[in-house]
């Protein structure tokens, strides 16, 4: 095996495979340059930086620069064909129409189809992805199934994970990865699949044992047309050629519209519809879990969620239902979810002994504020302090919704920054601070120092308040145009409520 988490044992590629055979795999020939000779393939690869020697280099077209520009690169470092739109002079190339759409059934081709020996459970929508897809492996291995997870915050197989770098992984090295999974000897998969993903064909060449949708909200509109746009890439997953059933939440005119027009089997789950073959009921959240009632076909069982909020029922619903739906065990599935401790920077609570409530969570539109502030509401009778900001590159109509919806649920709202890119930071905090001021009914501070004003947002808490970290979750990187560094709003809350309670511990008195 490779030392690449998930990475492709080498021997699992289909017999030896010249580029005269991908040639005929294609139907294009390959225009020579460079290289002379049917050389071997050993993989493929969508990044110069890392081909290895005797991979094909899939130069991609990109929204700032084409992947042709880095043939030289690939060359160097042992490529032995381009996979493009257009001739690189260094390499033999085969040139086809939009390689994106080739990339991901060609790597899968060279790796053995290992998403046809895989269950693979794929989960789109715009809230709820990767608490669904850790609630999905959880169940999963309560049934005693062999595991891997590909998510936004990590890749993670039965020997090693790392972080993600994306929400789903590029066609090239998601095919490697499930590669990896397979002489890893998993047999299911759980996938985090985005509407870019889907868009930009990173999932082609994927069979998918079950698809979930969660639900659908203004976002990515930066990448998407309008809205329309962004629902038909999310409906994408359900076509007949690439997934075999489909769990849908039905609690958004979305999910409605969704199961209306799909073509494959599916069923539907609710929290709100008894009508839904999967419903919940006798919900309750409080600062220690989540539990409820599920009712499915005819069974009847409680769910005990170690999980934070009101929103993880509609994900716990999703999962089972799935799981359910592919012939899992359902008590074995629920107990296996109920094992599970958190999911990274959703909800997650930081407690170092002070007397008010304090998390860390990814709400970044405002269907994800929508969910979350009420329940935060529902722990206290004291105060709610959010700090917010906004992503730069971004959709920038939902910056002053997201300072509104903030301030409209929240007592005080200090403004910060996020990852500001290539956008000014302070054209940034003011879209978010003009719409908090517009709800008035906040306190609104604007902080442009993220860790000042977690610090601020500590300071002001009361016995009995609650502080929320929101907009990033599990990220740990801060980008301000060409510079990054490390930033983790979980240790940064946690730095700011040790400080706070440091006192009191120092007039404790000692134990004798």
Not at 463 to 476: E, I, L, P, Y
């Amino acid at each position: 095996m490779t030392s690449e988490p998930g990475g492709a044992d080498r021997l699992h590629l289909r017999n030896r495979l010249l580029l005269s055979d991908i040639a005929v795999r294609l139907g294009v020939p390959c225009v020579p340059a460079g290289v002379a000779g049917d050389s071997s393939v050993t993989g493929i690869s969508q990044d110069s930086r890392l081909v290895s020697p005797g991979e094909v280099y899939a130069a991609l077209p990109g929204s700032r620069h084409h992947g042709a520009a880095f043939a030289d690169e690939a060359a160097a470092r042992g490529a032995v064909a381009v996979v493009s739109d257009r001739p690189c002079a260094v390499l033999p190339t085969f040139v086809v129409d939009n390689p994106r759409r080739v990339v991901g059934p060609l790597a899968s081709w060279l790796y053995g189809e290992p998403s046809h020996h895989l269950d693979v459970f794929g989960v789109t929508g715009t809230n709820g992805k990767t608490s669904t897809s850790y609630l999905l492996n959880a169940g999963l291995t309560g049934a005693g199934a062999r595991t891997g997870l590909i998510s936004g915050v990590t890749i993670r197989g039965p020997l090693d994970a790392r972080p993600a770098i994306r929400t789903t992984p590029e066609a090239s090295e998601l095919q490697r990865i499930l590669a990896g999974f397979q002489a890893q000897d998993v047999s299911a998969v759980a996938l985090e699949v985005s509407s870019h993903a889907l868009a930009l064909h990173r999932v082609d060449g994927i069979r998918f044992r079950v698809g979930v949708f969660t639900n659908l909200g203004l976002d990515h509109l930066d990448f998407h047309s309008d809205l329309d746009d962004y629902f038909s890439a999310k409906a994408r997953l359900f076509s007949p050629e690439r997934c075999e059933f489909a769990v849908i939440g039905i609690d958004d005119d979305h999910g409605k519209r969704l199961a209306a027009r799909v073509e494959i089997s599916q069923c539907s789950f609710s929290t709100e519809s008894r009508a839904a073959d999967f419903y919940a009921d006798n919900i309750r959240a409080d600062e220690h879990r989540t539990c409820f009632v599920l009712h499915c076909d005819d069974h009847r069982a409680a769910v005990r969620l170690r999980l934070l909020g009101l929103h993880q029922v509609d994900n716990a619903l999703g999962a089972i239902a799935a799981l359910v739906r592919a012939g899992v065990d359902l008590d074995a599935a629920i107990a296996g979810m109920e094992s599970l401790e958190g999911v990274p920077g959703r909800m997650q609570r930081i407690d170092v002994g002070q007397p008010f409530l304090a998390f860390v969570d990814y709400m970044h539109n405002t269907a994800g504020q929508h969910r979350q502030f009420p329940y935060l509401r529902s722990l206290t009778t004291g105060r709610i302090i959010v700090v917010v900001g906004v992503t730069g590159e971004r959709d920038p109509s939902k910056r002053h919704p997201l300072g509104w919806t903030a301030a409209t649920f929240a007592d005080t709202v200090i403004v910060t920054d996020e990852s500001p890119y290539s956008e000014d930071p302070a054209e940034l905090r003011r879209h978010i601070a003009l719409g908090a001021w517009a709800a008035e009914h906040a306190e609104v501070i604007v902080e442009p120092d993220r860790a000042e004003a977690i610090a601020r947002a500590v300071a002001l808490a009361q016995a009995g308040d609650v502080v929320v970290v929101a907009g990033r979750g599990h990220d740990t990187v801060q980008t301000f145009g060409s510079v990054t560094r490390q930033f983790d709003d979980r240790a940064e809350l946690r730095k700011a409520l040790n400080r706070r309670i440091a006192p009191r511990r120092k007039a404790e008195p000692t134990p004798a």
